[in-house]
């Protein structure tokens, strides 16, 4: 198994899955800046499905997670890869603050305009 992380911004959060009375599962869809795929799949499972309350699309997160692959059950010459994440950060976006821009002093010159 294999520690990583995902970044990017929530594009599509899935219903929660029961497959059975112990297992249940939520995935959740990332877009990525990645030059290539652009868009991951990551699995909460059981009780870190929880962790997806608070989260929206659209909102930027960072996914820390398990990559792992198994053998298929039917050819042992195929494999399937699952990424199963376990924490999720918020990332703070930068909001605009204008700069302090002092007023410019007006002339009185007697002008009307």
């Known amino acids: 198994m294999i520690k990583g992380t995902a970044e990017g911004t929530v594009k599509k959060i899935f219903d929660k899955v ?5 297992f249940s599962k939520r995935m959740i869809v990332l877009e990525t800046d990645n030059q290539y795929n652009n868009e991951i799949a990551i699995d909460f499972i059981n009780a870190q499905i929880g962790l997806l309350n608070n989260v929206r699309e659209g909102q930027n997160i960072k996914i820390y997670c398990d990559i792992f692959s198994r053998p298929s059950t039917k050819n042992p010459d195929q ?6 994440g376990w924490k999720i950060e918020v990332i703070q976006q930068n909001e605009y603050i204008p700069p302090n821009v002092e007023e410019t002093p007006t002339l009185d010159d007697g002008l009307p305009f």
């Open 18 to 22: 029961q497959y059975s009375e112990t």
């Open 79 to 84: 494999y399937f890869t699952n990424v199963k």
